[in-house]
């Protein structure tokens, strides 16, 4: 089963800048995707980034593209979120989330995504 933790999580004013870690604990081969989503206190799920473990294609939320960067590292079965200008409306937990399908339609939505981590929590101040 896999296991996913976060890490990276913290307070920081307006325009600065965070990077979150997920580290997950099977070898890349048995993932296909493993994205970044975040909730706000009384707000949905959203999805944030995502990437294709094997083609490392990656996609990202409008609200994020230009300013977020989702990665990988396959040799440490890692992927990173550097998260850049960051906006008082960026706050929110911060979840990791890791599945086996290959499907399009699903890319930021979480139900494509079958194992999630605990979450980090991101606060971003005026």
């Known amino acids: 089963q896999v296991q996913l933790v976060e890490s990276g999580g913290g307070s920081v004013e307006a325009g600065g800048s965070l990077r979150l870690s997920c580290a997950a604990s099977?070898?890349?081969?048995?993932?296909?995707?493993m994205g970044w989503f975040r909730q706000a206190p009384g707000q949905e799920r959203e999805g944030v980034a995502m990437?294709?473990?094997?083609?490392?294609?990656?996609y990202y939320a409008d609200s994020v593209k230009g300013r977020f960067t989702i990665s990988r590292d396959a040799a440490k079965n890692t992927v990173y979120l550097q998260m850049n200008n960051l906006k008082p409306e960026d706050t929110a937990m911060y979840y990791c989330?890791?599945?086996?399908?290959?499907?399009?339609?699903?890319?930021?939505?979480?139900?494509?995504?079958?194992?999630w981590g605990q979450g980090t929590q991101v606060t971003v101040s005026s």
């Open positions: 989330a890791a599945g086996l399908s290959l499907s399009s339609t699903t890319r930021l939505d979480a139900r494509g995504y079958d194992t």
């Open positions: 990437i294709y473990i094997g083609l490392g294609s990656t």
């Open positions: 099977v070898v890349r081969y048995s993932l296909n995707r």
